[in-house]
């Protein structure tokens, strides 16, 4: 290399402290993370079974996932029907419940997925929900 680059040339890309630089947008701006989410190793979300409910009844079945790294989980759902909700176990509580209550005529299969996060990664699991015709209704 030839000549003096000169301190025009010089470029300074920097991240907080902590932080390393992963890449750069499309601005050319530097993309950073901490090393704890560079780290991080995504929650895993134990086995979901099957579910079959009748219309206008409830029921609810317990998620829970592991993280091997100790941060805290979130839970989300990532289908969206009017009659599936997910409570999250709170801070500490690696479990969530997911509740159905279907009304009448909402009989047929869902496919419901489960979203555990933790930091920056994710975990989804599926599972088959039927809402079976109400013979009364």
């Known amino acids: 290399i ?3 680059p000169g301190v025009s040339n010089l470029v300074n890309f920097s991240c907080g402290v902590g932080d390393v630089i992963v890449g750069f947008d499309g601005n050319g ?14 929650p895993v979300i134990t086995f979901v079974p099957n579910r079959s409910v009748v219309e206008t009844n409830t029921d609810s079945v317990v998620v829970s996932a592991t993280d091997s790294d100790g941060d805290e989980i979130t839970f989300t759902l990532d289908s969206s029907y009017s009659f599936v909700s997910i409570t999250d176990g709170g801070t500490g509580d690696d479990t969530a419940i997911v509740n159905f209550s279907p009304a009448l005529d909402d009989a047929g299969f869902y496919m419901v997925t489960v ?3 933790s930091l920056t990664k994710s ?7 039927e809402i079976v015709a109400d013979a009364l209704g």
């Open 2 to 4: 030839q000549g003096d």
């Open 29 to 42: 701006d530097p993309v950073c993370v901490s090393f704890a989410e560079l780290l991080d190793n995504p």
């Open 115 to 117: 979203r555990a996060t």
């Open 123 to 129: 975990d989804v699991k599926q599972f088959l929900l």
